[in-house]
């Protein structure tokens, strides 16, 4: 549901609205759709709406950023860089030390994609047979096992891959087609190449996953 100002001061009709997706309400709670009547959305009703709607907006990208860059990014990069001294790298280098920092953005980016997604019915969240291996679900039990996560297993980042090679070459299983694109390739985009390699535990990659999701639930989550 969009609601579009039919005389704006300024600027075209269809370039300003508020989305609502009604289908997220609960039975008991449709009602509340009747504030969306005329007369409540007269008077610079529609206006105050979309102002209250844009500094949410606002507010939670400034959460989570601060949330990803002071909690989520620092988890992870000490995993990485924990990996690659295993594998025998000189994390004091700057070549090593960038690509360790674009595995750990680019791992956000993937879980903010896949989160938009599903929440927008663009994966399909209603297939029990993707549900069961959502990241919706993926965030759930990492939120569920706080403080019992294993250093030692990487269960989580094996589950988030097969997600991640889902969207890169399609999974029929899942009933997900291939979209291909940069974010989810295996080389190509910076960070990519260490993820494909880098073994990461549910102890680093369960708060992650939780921080980044920032508690948002949509389609699927229930």
Request: aromatic letters at 6%; a negative charge.
């Amino acid at each position: 549901m969009r609601l579009f100002e039919a005389s704006p001061q300024c600027g075209s009709a269809v370039a300003r609205y508020l989305e609502l997706d009604a289908s997220t309400l609960a039975p008991e709670d449709r009602p509340l759709l009747g504030l969306l009547s005329p007369a409540y959305l007269a008077e610079g009703g529609l206006e105050a709406a979309l102002a209250e709607a844009r500094d949410f907006g606002a507010g939670l990208r400034k959460r989570l950023d601060q949330a990803v860059r002071q909690r989520a990014l620092p988890g992870l990069g000490l995993e990485l860089g924990r990996w690659a001294v295993g594998e025998g790298q000189d994390v004091l280098r700057d070549e090593t030390r960038r690509e360790l920092e674009a595995a750990c953005l680019t791992f956000v980016f993937r879980v903010l994609f896949l989160l938009y997604a599903e929440s927008s019915g663009y994966l399909p969240v209603a297939q029990e047979a993707y549900r069961r291996g959502s990241l919706f679900q993926l965030v759930r039990d990492a939120h569920e096992q706080q403080g019992r996560l294993d250093p030692r297993s990487t269960a989580l980042r094996d589950r988030l891959l097969v997600l991640v090679r889902a969207m890169r070459t399609g999974n029929d299983a899942l009933a997900v087609p291939a979209y291909d694109g940069d974010l989810f390739a295996a080389d190509g985009f910076e960070g990519a190449e260490v993820l494909e390699r880098a073994s990461l535990s549910d102890a680093a990659v369960g708060p992650a996953l939780v921080i980044t999701a920032g508690g948002r639930r949509g389609r699927g989550s229930e």
